[in-house]
């Protein structure tokens, strides 16, 4: 993991924060935190514990990050978990709730799990709890949007998340009747990380060269994972209404995480939507392309989002960073994100996509405007310094003295 | 003498689970509610620093209006500014009894049809004392001018209400510690609710410095 200085981010955030974070982070001295999730690499979490764990560490406070691992077996398990629980219907077996348990069971063992306070993120590892000891505070971190789930799959996972001292959710409908307390924390994007750092033009010409994307048209983009929530047919329908009035060349850029067995699948279904249309560019990305996707946000005219579920679109924090219009889909924290009209749009269907992107092709100025409210919009709400002072809060208010 | 200790605040956000769909579960869910999160719908939006404000510093207003679309309602709920109110009951008793009059008005009862429903929440706050102290008002001033703005919502709103002194801490010690009246008086008149933090610390500094041109005040 990388070293990360808390000073660096003095002269990016709104005034203030970091010595705010230095004063919050000396009332945790002496104190050790552990965070536990399902995959190193891939995937918004991993990414966003990537960053905030060396920066817990640089404030001076005891920080580790462990992940549970599993066979293939345990991740289609917890891939139907996570749909599940995000309101499709699944059909989960005996055999695959007691995979599940098994699987936490033998993680369990082998993890020190021995710290002040142990944050587990996702449903992945929540049977870990069994591991709470007396006088530590173990809170459940939720990152997906879990206002519908499948009742059944809920009540089962319900039973561990009820053992911890409090749950954390991304969003206020999120909640769910739980004894414990919920506490509310948006998730974050890094500004100095590679996805969202500075780049030159060159930098930027290079991406495009290396992918022959067109630089003489504008281009719709959408980063995401090929899976159906992010609705990546819906772009493409979109982007051909909006075909037959602008020239522009449609990327689809993402790729799959180690815990997502149905990337592959969707993957092709979008290929067939695409239609062999040479404006399109489906660009099936490794895990590290950091820079790759920072060079396309930068470089887009429009970037999408057009979700059907999200629990928190951190690729629409990206883009509006870059100071970019972004168009979402009216679900979950995208509707938090976006000020509809001022620091992006929000839609609900490809018709209302096609529209917004024709309004902003065809209205450079305002869409200038509206990226730098959604930049200026970004720093003061969305920027990982926001999320470190969150997390330093509810720790100093939830950690046992 | 005792000096003035400028304090950081953090909020943390806690969700309750309780959600209303249309204007009689509001009611409810007002009714019910713990002062927290009464305080919270009506007075933490400052501390959300957002750069785009809706149209107004109140989330049950800006509900009223923006989901369930009764702008009437919503137009009457932003009319009740908290201030001068010495308790967060008499901010609630407020909220009741405008939405019951309008409920009582009208046949059919606005509820959400393509918006969100009004989710419930509520906060607590942590407070960081900062390195900022001051012994008179000019240090007071230049204090103020360069402190973090969660310490102005944190001495003027959170002071005022949820640390039930009625005043804000600025007045308070303005008027205790350095004897001026006049000037604290002046405080407490701004009308806090219209400008965000950021305003709120323009017209508390507009008014020191006047007070130092004036006075030549230093004590």
């Known amino acids: 993991m990388s070293t990360l200085d808390w000073e660096s981010y003095r002269n990016i ?3 203030g924060i970091v010595d705010l ?23 918004g979490v991993a990414e966003m514990l990537h960053r905030l764990v060396p920066l817990f560490q640089d404030l001076g406070i005891d920080t580790r990050w462990d992940v549970i691992e599993g066979a293939p077996e345990f991740y289609q398990v917890t891939k139907s978990f996570h749909n599940a629980l995000q309101g499709q219907n699944q059909i989960i077996t005996k055999e695959m709730y007691d995979a599940y348990l098994r699987i936490n069971k033998k993680n369990g063992l082998k993890m020190n799990l021995d710290a002040d306070m142990v944050i587990i993120h996702d449903p992945q590892p929540a049977p870990l709890i069994y591991k709470k000891k007396k006088g530590s505070t173990w809170l459940w971190r939720c990152h997906i949007d879990a206002s519908r789930p499948q009742r059944k799959v809920w009540n089962f996972l319900k039973e561990y998340v009820s053992k911890y001292d409090g749950a954390i959710f991304s969003l206020p409908s999120f909640a769910q009747k739980l004894s414990i307390p919920q506490y509310l924390v948006y998730p974050s ?3 100095l990380s590679d996805k969202n750092k500075e780049l030159t033009q060159e930098e930027i010409n290079s991406v495009l ?8 048209k504008p281009m719709i983009l959408q980063v995401s994972r090929f899976d159906r929530f992010k609705d990546p047919v819906g772009v493409i329908e979109a982007y051909k209404m909006v075909k037959q009035y602008n020239d522009c060349c449609l990327v689809l850029a993402g790729g799959s995480a180690a815990d997502d067995p149905e990337g592959l699948e969707v993957l092709n279904e979008v290929k067939n939507a695409a239609e062999k249309d040479k404006d399109i560019f489906i660009l099936d990305l490794p895990p ?15 970037v999408l989002q057009k979700s059907l579920k999200e629990g928190f679109g951190l690729t629409v924090a990206e883009a509006m960073w870059k100071a970019r219009p972004v168009i979402g889909g009216f679900v979950g924290g995208i509707t938090v994100q976006i000020v509809y009209g001022q620091t992006g749009f929000t839609v609900s269907s490809a018709e209302g996509c096609a529209y917004r992107i024709r309004y902003l092709l065809n209205n450079p100025e305002f ?3 509206m990226g730098q409210n959604a930049k ?12 470190v002072i969150d997390y330093l809060s509810l720790m100093t208010a939830c950690v046992k003295k | 003498m005792k000096e003035f200790q400028f304090t950081d605040c953090i909020e943390i956000k806690e969700l309750t689970g309780k959600k209303a769909n249309d204007e009689a579960e509001l009611l409810e869910l007002i009714e019910e509610a713990s002062p927290d999160s009464i305080y919270f719908h009506t007075h933490s939006y400052f501390l959300r620093h957002f750069y785009i404000m809706g149209p107004y510093p109140s989330d049950f207003a800006n509900w009223i209006v923006m989901q369930v679309r009764d702008r009437v309602l919503g137009e009457k709920l932003s009319a009740l500014t908290p201030s001068g109110k010495q308790k967060i009951e008499d901010v609630r008793s407020d909220l009741i009894e405008v939405i019951d009059d309008h409920l009582s008005s009208i046949k059919t009862i606005p509820a959400v049809s393509f918006g969100q429903p009004f989710y419930l929440m509520k906060s607590k706050i942590i407070e960081i004392p900062t390195r900022l102290k001051a012994q008179n008002l000019k240090e007071f001033r230049d204090s103020l001018a360069c402190v973090d703005a969660s310490a102005i919502y944190n001495h003027v709103f959170e002071a005022r209400l949820r640390g039930q002194k009625g005043r ?4 308070i010690w303005l008027e205790e510690v350095l004897g001026l009246s006049q000037l604290a008086q002046s405080i407490e008149r701004i009308d806090a609710y219209m400008y965000g933090l950021e305003g709120l610390r323009k017209k508390i500094l507009c008014l020191c410095d006047q007070e130092l041109q004036e006075g030549g005040q230093y004590s």
């Open chain 1, 21 to 43: 974070g230095h004063r919050v982070a000396d009332r945790l001295k002496g104190k050790k935190f552990v965070h536990v999730n399902s995959t190193r690499w891939g995937g």
């Open chain 2, 168 to 171: 804000s801490d600025f007045s």
């Open chain 1, 189 to 191: 994007i890094d500004p």
């Open chain 1, 376 to 387: 200026e919009y970004t720093r003061r709400n969305f920027l990982i310094t926001r999320h």
């Open chain 1, 13 to 15: 955030a709104p005034a």
């Open chain 1, 288 to 302: 590290d392309a950091n820079i790759i996707i920072n060079a396309l946000q930068r470089a887009a005219a429009v």
């Open chain 1, 367 to 369: 869409a200038l405007a």
């Open chain 1, 209 to 216: 060269e290396q992918f022959n994307i067109p630089k003489d």
